[in-house]
C-alpha cells in the first residue's frame, strides 16, 4: 500500500509562484511514474506534469514553460514549481504514483486570484 501526502497549496495571486510537494510512503522500488493532475469546479480531471522513473517528463500544454516537475528519490518525493500563474491554474491538485496500480493523493487546493 502507498500513501501519498501533499503539501504547498494556497493562495496566491496571479504571476506568482507556488511548489507542491509529495511524500510518499512504502518503497520506491517498482514506482513507474508519478506526477500531479488537477481538477478544476465543473471540469474533468487532467494530468499536469507527469515524470518517469526514466527522467522523461510531460506537460499539459498550457503548463509548458510554467511549470516544473521534479524529484527527490532518496526521499521518495515528487515537486511541482509552478510559476507565472493564472487564474485558469485554480484547481484541487492530485498527486499521483503508478507502481502497478495507480495512488493518488488527497489533493491540495491552488487559487489564483486576478
Known amino acids: 500500500q502507498v500513501q501519498l501526502v501533499e503539501s504547498g497549496g494556497g493562495l496566491v495571486q496571479a504571476g506568482g509562484s507556488l511548489r507542491l510537494s509529495c511524500a510518499a510512503s512504502?518503497?520506491?522500488?517498482?514506482?513507474?511514474?508519478m506526477g500531479w493532475y488537477r481538477q478544476a469546479p465543473g471540469k474533468q480531471r487532467e494530468s499536469v506534469a507527469l515524470?518517469?522513473?526514466?527522467?522523461?517528463?510531460n506537460y499539459a500544454d498550457s503548463v509548458k514553460g510554467r511549470f516544473t516537475i521534479s524529484r527527490d528519490g532518496a526521499k521518495n518525493t515528487v515537486y511541482l514549481q509552478m510559476n507565472s500563474l493564472k487564474p485558469e491554474d485554480t484547481a484541487v491538485y492530485y498527486c499521483?504514483?503508478?507502481?502497478?496500480?495507480?495512488?493518488w493523493g488527497q489533493g491540495t487546493q491552488v487559487t489564483v486570484s486576478s
Open positions: 499521483y504514483l503508478r507502481r502497478g496500480p495507480d495512488y
Open positions: 512504502g518503497s520506491r522500488i517498482g514506482i513507474t511514474i
Open positions: 515524470l518517469t522513473t526514466l527522467g522523461t517528463t
